[in-house]
């Protein structure tokens, strides 16, 4: 059992920093723009011995409308439900504001026990605030500084009770052997045995519905979602099962152009993206149905490939599409044109909105991992060479016919071959793209990317 804790507070108080801290990683995005965080995230952490999952929310805002800010106060409405405890937070440096106020009400009246927290504490500066929350009428403030960890002795006495109660504590030490439920992509340790959730990351342009997708297919409205882009701004992370298999799907922040992200919070985000892809197993880059295969999108797709991880391309809004085999008919011949190192990517077109085929979207991963961590038997592989070979022979290099002696394959995730010339790496490109082709073909490896390396030596394995 663990502890459930909700940050709460208005903007800019400091919840991401002590989400962060309690987290033991860096998780959360933290910057000095009010608003950042949208999305209520979640992550596994300790507190001295007791075992808590934290949820940081969204800045608390008073308003009830169709707007952005009041689909993250539903947000932040749900932690408050899911949890066991709240940490109200004040910046004690700002002192008591009006909204302060008004939400030391609000939550007055939720039927949640309520931790009243002085962040920003460390010094001298915070000290009137410190003694203006005691009119919050929420109990005795705890005095913490979030940035720098001061503070944290009292906040594990203050939620033993509630540890007690819940069954949340545990030896001191077992806070290392914690993995977050949100994105850490420093967990993720790739070997031959794979084992754990597969991580599973959405990525696309702004606005292309990648949130709406996954809401869709874990069949409830998770993530905040809305017509405005870049709502998304950190790398969410929801566990899910599909057919008996541990997923872990990870909606990540829209990727605009490098030369048109200018704000500080969407450089932050981007870069959060594209840590995703690299600690992904499988990438699935969501597309507009009305601009399919951007070149923003081809720049992502390539990014993917050079990871060397499963790409699935998700055509989205595809109802809104008129002319369905023209559209296909494009986006094929721009593969081929643009991305012609990987044949046969897994396309599947859908509608996030509706549900329609979206279905389909998570077999088509699964099959595709599956031929991702295809491995050839050693000796089929050199009687396919030799036949290669045979049917062309390598070029010449230093007046000299290369010769290819021995090939075997590396590893898996993804398939990784290794060839041992007589001239190393002398050999040339086209002729590498000749026998990656091959190996695709023959050994049946479509849609994922192969990588050939070129070594100069004999037979490692003579002996």
Known sequence: MSLTIAILGRPNVGKSTLFNRLAGKRLAIVDDTPGVTRDRRLAQGCVGDIDVEIIDTAGFEDIHDDSLEARMREQTDRAVEDADVALFLIDA?????????HFAQWIRTQEIPVILV???CEGKAGELGLYESYGLGLGDPLPFSAEHGEGMAGLFQALLPFAEQTGATEPIGKQDEKISEDYDPDSE??????SGPIQMVIVGRPNVGKSTLVNRLIGEDRLLTGPEAGITRDSIAVEWNQDGRSLKLIDTA???????????????????????????????????????????????????????????????????????????????DRLQTSLPQVRGIPIVTLSALTGKATD????????????????VPTGRLNQWLEMMTERHPPPMASGRRIRLRYMTQAKTRPPTFVVFSSKGTALPEAYRRYLINGIREDFDIPGVPIRLLVRKGNNPYVD
């Open 189 to 194: 340790v790739e070997d031959e045995d794979f």
């Open 93 to 101: 440096r700002a002192g008591i504001t009006p909204l302060d106020n």
């Open 254 to 332: 829209g990727l605009r152009r490098k030369a048109k992200v200018q704000d500080k919070v969407e450089s932050l985000s981007a870069m959060g993206s594209y840590r995703a892809i690299q600690y992904a197993q499988i990438v699935v880059l969501v597309l507009d149905g009305q601009f399919i295969l951007e070149k923003q999108d081809l720049t992502i797709a390539r990014q993917v490939i050079e990871e060397g991880r499963v790409l699935i391309i998700a055509i989205n809004k595809w109802d809104a599409v008129k002319d369905h085999k023209q559209a296909r008919q494009n986006l094929n």
């Open 118 to 120: 002085a962040n920003k």
């Open 360 to 375: 389909k979207l998570i077999p088509t991963a699964f099959e595709t991992f599956e031929i991702w961590n295809r491995r």
